[in-house]
Each structure stands twice: as C-alpha cells, then as structure tokens.
C-alpha cells in the first residue's frame, strides 16, 4: 500500500460516513410488509397476540429451550426476573457490565454486592464469590461479558452449596454455544436483550429463558400488571409486555442471525490479524469449544507499553470519525449511585478497575467491511505518540 498520512486515508475512504461501535443488522424492508399489513389488518397491537406467539415459540426452538418469555426490553426482564423469583437481600453481582444490571436489584431493593472478575474472560471470578457471601445473600447475578460464557459450573457448585439462585444477564449471548450442554439452562433463568446495539434486536426488546413452566406462568402474570385473569392480580406486576411490531420483527429477524455472525468472524479475524501481535495491545481469541457471536471486540491498551493510553487511542478514532466504545468504563461500581457501598472499594476489585482502564471495544457488526477494519486499526497504530 502506498505511504498515505492519516487524514489522506480519511480523504481516501469510500465513503465518509462515520464508523460506529455498532450497527444493527436489520432484515430487507419489503420482507417486514406481509407482517405489518396483517397487524393493521388484525388490529391486535400487542397483550400476547399472534406474532408475540410464534415469536415466543420460534425463539424457544431457535434457542433450544422450552420457555422463553418475551419483553419490551432486558431491564424490564432482569427487573421481573428478580421478582418472580423472589429474590432480596443481597445478591453478588459484577461491577464490569452495562448499568441495567445492577440497576435491576436497586429496583428490587435488594442491595448489590460487587465480586471481582476473572482477567482473562472479564467475568464475575467465582473463585471470589464465597468469601461476599452473608446470611442475607440470596442469589449471584453474573454476566456473560462480550458474549463469553461464565464459569457456570463452578457458579452453579457454589450456588447449591449455600442456597442461592443465579440469575444471568445474558444480553450480549445470542445464539453463543456451549459444549455438552445449553448454556441459556444455566442457573435459574438467563436474561437476553434485543435492544438495538446487540446482535439481533427488535428495535427494543428482551426475553425471560426459564426451565420451569410454573415460573414461565408466573412472569407472565407479572409482565402483565400480575393479572392471571380478567379479575385477579396475583402480585405488584409492571408492564414489560413486548408489542406485536416488535415481535414481527424479531420472528423475521432470526433468519439472518446466521449471516450477521458469519460477517463479524471475518471482520474480528482480521482485527486479529493486524493488531494480535502489537506490544502493549491484547487481543482475545474466541474461546475454545464454544460457537461464539462475536458480539464485540475489546482490546486491552496498556498506556506504557504502547506508548500511548486507552483514552488517547480513544479520542484518536473519534478525530477520525471512528466511534469506539469503552465498554465498560466506568465500573458500576464507581458510579454515584453505587459508590458508597462496602463492596464498591477499589481495593476489593482490582482486575474490574484495571480492565476498566484499558479497555477498548472497536466497531464490530456483520456489516463491516474489511478495508473498514483495516481503516480502525491503522488510525490506532499509525497514531502520532504525542498530539
Ligand atoms: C444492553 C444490556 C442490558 C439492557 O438491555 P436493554 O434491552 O437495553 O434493557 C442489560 N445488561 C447488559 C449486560 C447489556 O449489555
């Protein structure tokens, strides 16, 4: 390639329009018709009608379980989760996340108590949970960080030992694959988002996966203001309901997941490529024996050894129309909300802080094209040292 100076590249793309961390990966219009004339044709919005039905159903045969509830969006879904399972007091949870998931307990008004995480996957170190727990502790809260799984057995192990539920935020795991066994059946339930910034979105959007069919009923009584009837309420139910243009959408959209994936390989294998060996910049492979979906592509900056820090390398890409993310900076655990509780100390989460500090998420949708990719990484590595 010939000598070209950063801005001279910016000139030189196709197009100017800004790379963003994401993109949402939305079926052909015309297909969506057909469903929205039967809507309008119909005239049932939303209250478990036709496409909130197959939805359900289709989602539950895709994902490989039996019960699957649906929702306006994984807040709501963690909020009701937490509810019908009756969960209070404290519950574990991880302070390397989006906010929505501690957020879910301050609703409950169960207290969170935050646990380290493991620095290779960025998840919730179960070898740190025994030690958090308390006579009021009633459940661990993990999340599936990036799509890559937890430590299930070692959770689940410590779980059955003291009593407890777990309950998985599971928004950044469609489609993602465990060996032997369904990694969604894990714990007692797992939390998915559709919202637009993951993998496969209906605009808005979350689901319940259960194991249970009396729990499956319960948080559907709950989504619906606890009505299990047309005269009885049978708790402090919410509306979490998820409407039928969103569930025609979805139903639709399970055809190209397939595809998106299969873009975002090659575009994180090309990221790998060119930034897998640069001193002070970790990559991660996908984990081993899993069917992973590239739901994004974090790397590690560390400042002293690349010669420039995370935020440098940051503010660098937005000069030049390329939005990365800092997913996820600032922990949980130093927001206001948060900050005073026991477990928020810095000192009891060393590698969430660390992380936190250098973490980098770069574009990453099926979408992406490769000399995009290779667009990213050349803003990083050809970046002036000082500016
Ligand atoms: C996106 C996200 C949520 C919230 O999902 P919504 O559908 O936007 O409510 C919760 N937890 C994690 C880890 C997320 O990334």
Redesign the pocket.
């Known amino acids: 390639m010939e000598e070209l100076s950063i801005d001279e590249q910016v000139t030189k793309k196709i197009s100017d329009a800004p790379i963003y961390v994401t993109r949402p990966n939305l079926p052909p219009l015309e297909r969506l018709y057909p469903s929205l004339e039967a809507i309008w044709e119909k005239k049932i919005l939303t209250n478990n009608g036709s496409f909130h039905q197959s939805f359900e159903r289709e989602l539950a045969r895709y994902l490989e379980v039996k019960h699957v509830n649906l929702f306006a ?4 879904a ?1 909020i009701v989760g937490l509810e019908a399972l009756r969960i209070s007091g404290e519950v574990i949870t991880t302070p390397y ?2 906010v ?2 501690t957020h879910a307990l301050q609703w409950n008004g169960i207290t969170p108590v935050f646990c380290d995480i493991d620095d290779r996957t960025f998840n919730i170190d179960p070898d740190k949970i025994e030690a958090l727990i308390t006579p009021r502790t009633s459940a661990v809260m993990p ?1 599936h960080v990036y799509g890559r799984p937890c430590e299930v057995d070692k959770i689940q192990a410590i779980a059955d030992k003291y009593g407890l539920k777990v309950i998985y ?1 599971a ?2 795991a469609f489609a993602v694959r465990i060996k032997d066994k369904n990694l969604f059946l894990q714990g007692d339930i797992s939390v998915l ?3 637009g ?2 993998l496969f979105t209906t605009f ?3 689901a319940i996966i259960t194991k249970d069919e009396k729990l499956k009923r319960r948080i559907d009584f709950l989504k619906n203001f606890g009505f299990a009837d047309e005269v009885t309420v049978v708790g402090p139910g919410i509306n979490g309901k998820m409407n039928e243009f969103q569930a025609a959408l979805g139903l639709l959209s399970l055809e190209y997941v397939k595809h998106e994936i299969e873009g975002r390989e090659v575009a994180a294998n090309l990221y790998q490529h060119l930034l897998g060996g640069v001193n002070g910049i970790t990559t991660f492979a996908p984990p081993e024996d899993i069917s992973y979906n590239y739901a994004h592509f974090p790397i590690l900056i560390d400042g002293g050894e690349f010669g420039r820090s995370r935020d440098q390398v940051y503010e660098e890409l937005k000069r030049h129309s390329v939005f990365g993310r800092r997913y996820f900076y600032p922990l949980i655990s130093d927001m206001p909300t948060y900050r005073n509780l026991p477990s928020a100390r810095k000192e009891n989460l060393p590698v969430a802080s660390k992380i936190a500090e250098r973490v980098l998420c770069l574009p990453m949708y099926g979408a992406l094209e490769p000399r995009e990719v290779e667009f990213v990484c050349d803003c990083i590595l050809n970046m002036p040292t000082r500016r």
């Open positions: 969006n994984a807040t709501l963690l996340s989006f929505a998931t999340v935020d928004a950044h988002s559709f919202h910034t993951k808005e959007g979350g």
